[in-house]
């Protein structure tokens, strides 16, 4: 019946909107990963190129720092939709609920 069904459709956007949530999070999680090797990829080369001249060296760090950027643009733009996924599904989830009132106030 249609309560029934309001309710298999509430469970299956309550599921959704947890996988977009753990997407979310596993995007914030990758974001400062590539942050963080970024970082030690930034080190390394000012390490490695210790005795090479200071121009070589801000070269390095800029093309680190641009890659680092990339990373993290990359990475925010990912948690971004996956946020804008959880918030719809939290609409959607209100509109379930709301339904599923009506229908059991119907009853």
């Known amino acids: 019946?249609?309560?029934?069904?309001?309710?298999?459709?509430e469970g299956a956007l309550v599921r959704e909107r947890e996988e977009a949530v753990r997407g979310a999070e596993e995007a914030r999680q990758e974001c400062a990963r590539a942050l963080a090797e970024a970082v030690r990829d930034a080190e390394e080369a000012a390490v490695t190129r210790e005795g090479a001249l200071a121009r070589e060296r801000a070269e390095?760090?800029?093309?680190?720092?641009?890659?680092?950027?990339e990373a993290v643009a990359h990475a925010q733009a990912a948690t971004v939709a996956a946020l804008s996924r959880v918030n719809a599904l939290t609409s959607q989830l209100g509109e379930v609920g709301a339904a599923t009132v009506a229908a059991v106030s119907r009853a």
Not at 1 to 9: G, I, K, L, S, T
């Open 1 to 9: 019946d249609a309560e029934e069904a309001a309710v298999m459709r």
């Open 60 to 69: 390095a760090v800029r093309s680190a720092e641009a890659d680092a950027s």
